[in-house]
């Protein structure tokens, strides 16, 4: 059967009875003295919510994720059962479906909630049912139908404009889970039921629950009463006893830890108990640089052994499924955690980006020298006259230029001016001799720092202008 796309839209198709030999439009306009008219197919949105401290708010879709959520997310019209007595009090009764509320620990199912939208000639109601405290069925039904007949258009496709919405509503409490270990109970191989709950007020009630109004069945195999674990090492309840909410059944219930409880279905063959896988799906999962993986496979908790198929056929050993850790390591680009210099060696760690394992710790060789940073820069003396005519005169560096930064030794030489100025190659200071004629003299200087260890020799060559007045 095609199912609508993704994003809800129709999927038109010719009409296929195939697998419902006979049931052709006519067969389902037989006998019409009013009818509802169906979509092909309707799409079902679900809606979970639970009321705490008198505030309803809803679940997150994660929250009822890999639960019991075997619901429709859409509805077939051809699907849905027609051909069966209207209960005492209904009349114009239509197809029918069954909602399966999901249970989410810590909380029990207060009431289910469906309706139609749309402009849909119908309504959507709740039947009377056995069980349908705890998986209750709903028919559609004509508006001012005077009789149960129905028919669907099969051109017609439903869409998310015209959805029917079941809304789930929780109380917080606890649940009593009955798995019938390859057997059914209630028609369905686990079985979830509301034990306590507690009401906004915080009033707490019990559901009205008798436990061998519940009995399994299996195929060629005798009913051996329910036990507290898939080993059956502990007997909870005989077969056939009549356990309830306010006997035998909630004192074991208020025992356990959380109150939540499962239990499972032992059978006989010749009077001894007949072993049933309960399995648990072990996923895949890849072995890494530090840490083990596993094939795929299934443990059965109650004969604590491994197999490689859910029906327990190709027994194994866990140790069997473990795939070792590869010790492949994936390497990041490095990380620099100490830099180089002219003076010493730096370090580069490379770590695994898996596991965050150290690979290797790389030496990085010296850099060569920097530059060095010298600086120079001139100023313009001034020399008087009147004291240069009666003997020499001297400049200090400080009044000469600014020299810093300089990394090792400086020292200072003339290149270019008269021979009358003179400079000291360590001090840097300037002699102006007697006999020096006024007027402004240039004077090229060399400046010269040797460096270190660190540091490149370097220089600079500064021009200083020398007025004589």
Same mark, same amino acid.
């Given at each position: #059967?095609?199912?609508?796309?993704?994003?809800?839209?129709?999927?038109?198709?010719?009409?296929?009875?195939?697998?419902?030999?006979?049931?052709?439009?006519?067969?389902?306009?037989?006998?019409?003295?009013?009818?509802?008219?169906?979509?092909?197919?309707?799409?079902?949105?679900?809606?979970?919510?639970?009321?705490?401290?008198?505030?309803?708010?809803?679940?997150?879709?994660?929250?009822?994720?890999?639960?019991?959520?075997?619901?429709?997310?859409?509805?077939?019209?051809?699907?849905?059962?027609?051909?069966?007595?209207?209960?005492?009090?209904?009349?114009?009764?239509? %197809?029918?479906?069954?909602?399966? %509320?999901?249970?989410?620990?810590?909380?029990?199912?207060?009431?289910?909630?469906?309706? =139609?939208?749309?402009?849909?000639?119908?309504?959507?109601?709740? #039947?009377?049912?056995?069980? @349908?405290?705890?998986?209750?069925?709903?028919?559609?039904?004509?508006?001012?139908?005077?009789?149960?007949?129905?028919?669907?258009?099969?051109?017609?496709?439903?869409?998310?404009?015209?959805?029917?919405?079941?809304?789930?509503?929780?109380?917080?409490?606890?649940?009593?889970?009955?798995?019938?270990?390859?057997?059914?109970?209630?028609?369905?191989?686990?079985?979830?039921?509301?034990?306590?709950?507690?009401?906004?007020?915080?009033?707490?009630?019990?559901?009205?629950?008798?436990?061998?109004?519940? !009995?399994? &069945?299996?195929?060629?195999?005798?009913?051996?009463?329910?036990?507290?674990?898939?080993?059956?090492?502990?007997?909870?309840?005989?077969?056939?006893?009549?356990?309830? #909410?306010?006997?035998?059944?909630?004192?074991? !219930?208020?025992?356990?830890?959380?109150?939540?409880?499962?239990?499972?279905?032992?059978?006989?063959?010749?009077?001894?108990?007949?072993? &049933?896988?309960? !399995?648990?799906?072990?996923?895949?999962?890849?072995?890494?640089?530090?840490?083990?993986?596993?094939?795929?496979?299934?443990?059965?908790?109650?004969?604590?052994? =491994?197999?490689?198929?859910?029906?327990?056929?190709? @027994?194994?050993?866990?140790?069997? @499924?473990?795939?070792?850790?590869?010790?492949?390591? &994936?390497?990041?680009?490095?990380?620099?955690?100490?830099? =180089?210099? %002219?003076?010493?060696?730096?370090?580069?760690?490379?770590?695994?980006?898996?596991?965050?394992?150290?690979?290797?710790?790389? $030496?990085?060789?010296? $850099?060569?020298?920097?530059?060095?940073?010298?600086?120079?820069?001139?100023?313009? %003396?001034?020399?008087?006259?009147?004291?240069?005519?009666?003997?020499?005169?001297?400049?200090?560096?400080?009044? =000469? !230029?600014?020299?810093?930064?300089?990394?090792?030794?400086?020292?200072?030489?003339?290149?270019?001016?008269?021979?009358?100025? &003179?400079?000291?190659?360590?001090? +840097?200071?300037?002699?102006?001799?007697? +006999?020096?004629?006024?007027?402004?003299?240039?004077?090229?200087?060399?400046?010269?720092?040797? +460096?270190?260890?660190?540091?490149?020799?370097?220089?600079?060559?500064?021009?200083?202008?020398?007025?004589?007045?």
């Amino acid at each position: #059967m095609p199912s609508p796309t993704a994003d809800g839209g129709a999927v038109e198709y010719e009409a296929d009875y195939s697998s419902n030999p006979g049931h052709d439009a006519s067969y389902w306009r037989q006998a019409i003295i009013d009818y509802v008219e169906l979509a092909k197919y309707h799409l079902v949105q679900y809606v979970y919510k639970y009321t705490e401290n008198y505030e309803t708010k809803e679940f997150s879709a994660d929250a009822v994720t890999g639960l019991e959520a075997d619901n429709p997310t859409i509805i077939w019209a051809e699907d849905l059962s027609v051909n069966y007595t209207p209960n005492e009090g209904y009349t114009n009764i239509g %197809p029918k479906f069954t909602i399966s %509320p999901p249970m989410v620990d810590g909380y029990v199912v207060n009431e289910i909630n469906v309706r =139609a939208e749309g402009e849909n000639n119908y309504n959507v109601e709740r #039947m009377s049912d056995e069980n @349908e405290k705890y998986y209750p069925t709903y028919r559609f039904y004509a508006n001012g139908a005077q009789d149960y007949s129905w028919t669907f258009d099969h051109k017609k496709y439903g869409s998310e404009t015209d959805p029917i919405i079941v809304e789930i509503n929780y109380y917080k409490g606890t649940t009593l889970t009955l798995n019938a270990m390859s057997g059914t109970v209630d028609g369905r191989s686990v079985s979830r039921y509301g034990y306590y709950y507690k009401t906004s007020s915080g009033s707490r009630y019990s559901y009205d629950f008798t436990l061998s109004d519940h !009995m399994p &069945t299996r195929e060629d195999l005798e009913f051996g009463g329910w036990y507290a674990d898939p080993a059956y090492s502990e007997l909870v309840a005989p077969a056939g006893s009549s356990y309830t #909410m306010n006997s035998s059944l909630r004192n074991y !219930m208020s025992e356990q830890d959380d109150g939540n409880v499962t239990l499972y279905a032992a059978w006989l063959k010749d009077g001894e108990i007949v072993h &049933t896988h309960s !399995m648990t799906a072990v996923s895949a999962k890849v072995a890494t640089c530090d840490k083990a993986g596993n094939n795929a496979y299934y443990y059965c908790s109650g004969c604590n052994k =491994a197999f490689k198929d859910k029906d327990g056929n190709q @027994e194994t050993t866990v140790a069997a @499924e473990i795939i070792p850790a590869t010790g492949n390591h &994936t390497s990041d680009k490095g990380t620099v955690t100490k830099k =180089a210099t %002219p003076t010493a060696t730096g370090t580069k760690v490379y770590k695994c980006t898996v596991c965050g394992q150290t690979i290797k710790t790389q $030496t990085i060789a010296k $850099t060569a020298k920097y530059k060095n940073p010298l600086t120079a820069k001139a100023k313009n %003396p001034t020399v008087k006259y009147s004291k240069l005519k009666k003997k020499n005169q001297t400049i200090a560096l400080k009044n =000469a !230029m600014t020299v810093s930064k300089a990394q090792g030794t400086v020292t200072y030489k003339k290149s270019n001016g008269n021979k009358k100025i &003179t400079i000291n190659k360590k001090t +840097g200071k300037i002699t102006v001799k007697k +006999g020096l004629k006024k007027g402004t003299y240039k004077v090229k200087i060399k400046v010269t720092a040797t +460096g270190n260890a660190t540091y490149k020799s370097g220089s600079k060559t500064v021009t200083i202008t020398i007025k004589v007045k």
